[in-house]
């Protein structure tokens, strides 16, 4: 899969505090489940970013999913 280390991108997580992104994976196959879906994938140097994968808003609404938190646990909904 090629990366395109040209691209980057900031991110603001919500304590409002703000990351750099630094390359981008364009066209990715994604499964959630059943669900199958395309999106692009930025890229974080930083190792220890406390996720493997974030899915977020842009993902989100490009492919009619719905967040929805219960309780103490997050499920997306399509």
């Known amino acids: 899969v090629p990366i395109d280390v040209s691209r ?14 630094t390359s981008l994976i364009k066209d ?7 669900a199958r879906t395309w999106t ?15 899915l977020g808003c842009p993902w989100a609404h490009g492919n009619a999913v719905s967040i929805v938190e219960r309780g ?7």
């Not at 980057?8 to 992104?21: H, P, Q, R, T």
């Not at 692009?40 to 974030?54: K, R, T, W």
Request: proline content about 2%; hydrophobic content about 55%; overall charge negative.
């Open 8 to 21: 980057s991108i900031n991110m603001k997580d919500a304590n409002g505090g703000v990351s750099m992104l």
């Open 40 to 54: 692009n994938l930025f890229v974080s140097p930083d190792i220890d970013a406390g996720f493997d994968l974030l």
């Open 28 to 34: 990715v196959l994604l499964f959630c489940g059943a």
């Open 72 to 78: 103490s646990a997050t499920f997306i909904v399509f």
